[in-house]
C-alpha cells in the first residue's frame, strides 16, 4: 500500500486525513511531541487511530493502526474529494455556478452511487 497522504480541508476549516485508503479526522496535536493524533473516520465499528508529524506540508505517517470491521476504500475518498472541492469553490465564488462545477457534480454523484459514503 502506498504511503500517499492527502489532507482535505472542508470550508469550515476541518482537516480530514486520506492515507491507504482509509480517511481520518483530526483528533488533537501535542505541540511538544510534535505529533498530531486522528482518528478513523469509521468511528462506529472502528477505532483506529494514527499519529504523523505536525507539518501539515510534508506529513508522515508515524505510528498506523490496524483496521477492524471495515475496508479501505479508495474510491469512497475521491469522491469526498471532489465534493470538498466544490463545496471550497461555492462558497468561495457564491455568484458563479460554472459549468465545471455542475460537471464535477455529477461526476463524484456517479462515483458515490455504488459506495456507501
Ligand atoms: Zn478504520
Redesign the pocket.
Known amino acids: 500500500m502506498s504511503d500517499n497522504i492527502e489532507l482535505v480541508r472542508s470550508n469550515k476549516g476541518k482537516l480530514t486525513l486520506c492515507h491507504g485508503g482509509?480517511t481520518y479526522t483530526e483528533h488533537s496535536r501535542n505541540l511538544r511531541l510534535l505529533k498530531i493524533y486522528w482518528r478513523?473516520t469509521?468511528r462506529s465499528?472502528?477505532n483506529?487511530r494514527i499519529h504523523t508529524n505536525l507539518d501539515e506540508a510534508h506529513l508522515r505517517v508515524l505510528r498506523e493502526a490496524k483496521?477492524?470491521?471495515?475496508l479501505p476504500d479508495h474510491r469512497a475518498i475521491e469522491a469526498k474529494k471532489v465534493v470538498q472541492g466544490i463545496k471550497r469553490h461555492a462558497a468561495e465564488h457564491p455568484n458563479e455556478p460554472p459549468q465545471q462545477v455542475r460537471e464535477a457534480l455529477s461526476a463524484s454523484t456517479a462515483m458515490r452511487s455504488g459506495t456507501a459514503l
Open positions: 482509509f478513523c469509521e465499528v472502528c483506529a483496521h477492524i470491521g471495515h
